[in-house]
T-cell receptor, first 112, second 114 residues
Framework: KQEVTQIPAALSVPEGENLVLNCSFT??????LQWFRQDPGKGLTSLLL?????REQTSGRLNASLDKSSGRSTLYIAASQPGDSATYLC???????????FGAGTRLAVHP | NAGVTQTPKFQVLKTGQSMTLQCAQDMNHNSMYWYRQDPGMGLRLIYY???????DKGEVPNGYNVSRLNKREFSLRLESAAPSQTSVYFC?????????????FGPGTRLTVT
């Protein structure tokens, strides 16, 4: 059964730091991995989707990498800002039909 | 472009009451999903619909029913609400064709059962 783990569960950093959020999964037979952002009391916003054939994807200050063989993905946030404060979730499809298995998330606080 | 919409945004029910959560998407996606999110846990799949006319159980289907009304709409029904169903419910949609399987989420319905 696919399991997804995110470390750390919470992170508090000063503005301007470069950050790495980790996601690990137990079954490497995935065809993509998706990173989401969730603001308090809000829905999920898709940040990046990495296909299994790719090793990384970039969007602005965000860079996500995928290493299927080791069952790991990292989300790198460059030059963090207070507006980056949110919970970040990773998810992988499992059992067909793009059904997603989620990690519990990393709650990020960036303080001025 | 509205994306995925959900109604209602908030709901309070008493134990034993029933209600239907509505979801609609305007992206012409084939697949739709219902997840629940509980504190300290990731989202868990309740039911999904791979295409219009089909539905199937996810990880936590007990106490719920669904209807895929048409390609756009996918509703979730609680027949007899229980306090354990207090949660935030998210609807999502995606396509299974082509190179992208990106899943898009609605804003959620916050349900409290007393």
């Amino acid at each position: 059964k696919q399991e997804v783990t995110q470390i750390p569960a919470a992170l508090s950093v000063p503005e301007g730091e470069n950050l790495v959020l980790n996601c690990s999964f137990t079954d490497s037979a995935i065809y993509n991995l998706q990173w989401f952002r969730q603001d308090p009391g809000k829905g999920l916003t898709s940040l990046l989707l990495i296909q299994s054939s790719q090793r990384e994807q970039t969007s602005g200050r965000l860079n996500a990498s995928l290493d299927k063989s080791s069952g790991r993905s990292t989300l790198y946030i460059a030059a963090s800002q207070p507006g980056d404060s949110a919970t970040y979730l990773c998810a992988v499809p499992s059992g067909g039909y793009n059904k997603l298995i989620f990690g519990a998330g990393t709650r990020l606080a960036v303080h001025p | 472009n509205a994306g995925v919409t959900q109604t209602p945004k908030f709901q309070v029910l008493k134990t034993g009451q029933s209600m239907t959560l509505q979801c609609a998407q305007d992206m012409n996606h084939n697949s739709m999903y219902w997840y629940r999110q509980d504190p300290g846990m990731g989202l868990r799949l309740i039911y999904y619909s791979a295409s219009e006319g089909t539905t199937d159980k996810g990880e936590v289907p007990n106490g719920y029913n669904v209807s895929r009304l048409n390609k756009r709409e996918f509703s979730l029904r609680l027949e007899s609400a229980a306090p354990s169903q207090t949660s935030v419910y998210f609807c999502a949609s995606s396509n299974r064709d082509g190179s992208s399987y990106e899943q898009y989420f609605g804003p959620g319905t916050r349900l409290t059962v007393t």
